[in-house]
Each structure stands twice: as C-alpha cells, then as structure tokens.
C-alpha cells in the first residue's frame, strides 16, 4: 500500500483547506484509513478516521465540527476538508491505512501504511 497526500500550503486563520490521499493497491476498500498530525516538537497525534465503507468517522475534539473526512472507494481517495482554520492546526499532515481493523483505531500505533506527509500552515 502506498499512501500520496496533496492540497497543502499556507491560509490565514479562519480560511480553508482540502487534504486529500491517494492509495495504490487493489484493497483500498476494505481499508480504514485516517489522518493525523505532528506540530513541530509535539508528538503525532490523532485528527480524524473512516472506516472502510464510510459509515463511521471519528474525530479529534479540537477539529469535531471543523474538519471533515471522507473517502471515495472507487477512486481510492480519502480526504479531509478544513475549515476555520486556526494557527494551532500548523502541522505536517499525514495519510494512515489500517489493514485488519473493522472499527477506525486513533492510535497511530494501530496504523500500518503512511504517506509522506503534507504541511499545513495557518497564519493568524
């Protein structure tokens, strides 16, 4: 599995950005995938998940009703659409595939496959 994000860059506060990853491979659909993110000094930490058909998401408190995961099967996409946007979301994004879990895991211990990562800049 092979795991390419893309969309980031720098927005002032208050302003949007839309993350997206692309998956290779044939199982994409069987997958739960997720988004986490590292701030400079800070360890990699939880942003959001979907499982595999989409049906459950779950989402950091300090992005619930802000951002929005969602993916897209026949494409192998999934993607996280953010909105107000706050200088304290500053970090290198990163796109994470679960091979074995049915329930979307927040730890990033429990994700197998990541991207390179995407950096995200807020200006206030």
């Known amino acids: 599995v092979q795991l390419v994000e893309s969309g980031g860059g720098l927005v002032q506060a208050g302003g949007s950005l839309r993350l997206s990853c692309a998956a290779s491979?044939?199982?994409?659909?069987?997958?739960?995938m997720g988004w986490f993110r590292q701030a400079p000094g800070k360890e990699r930490g939880f942003v959001a998940a979907?499982?595999?058909?989409?049906?459950?998401?779950k989402y950091a408190d300090s992005v619930r009703g802000r951002f929005t995961i969602s993916r897209d099967n026949a494409k192998n996409t999934v993607d996280l659409q953010m909105s107000s946007l706050k200088p304290e979301d500053t970090a290198v994004y990163y796109c994470?595939?679960?091979?074995?879990?049915?329930?979307?895991?927040?730890?990033?211990?429990?994700?197998?496959?990541w991207g390179q990562g995407t950096q995200v800049t807020v200006s206030s």
């Open positions: 491979g044939r199982t994409f659909s069987t997958q739960v």
């Open positions: 994470a595939a679960n091979t074995w879990s049915n329930s979307p895991p927040i730890l990033p211990a429990f994700y197998n496959y």
């Open positions: 979907i499982s595999s058909g989409g049906d459950i998401t």
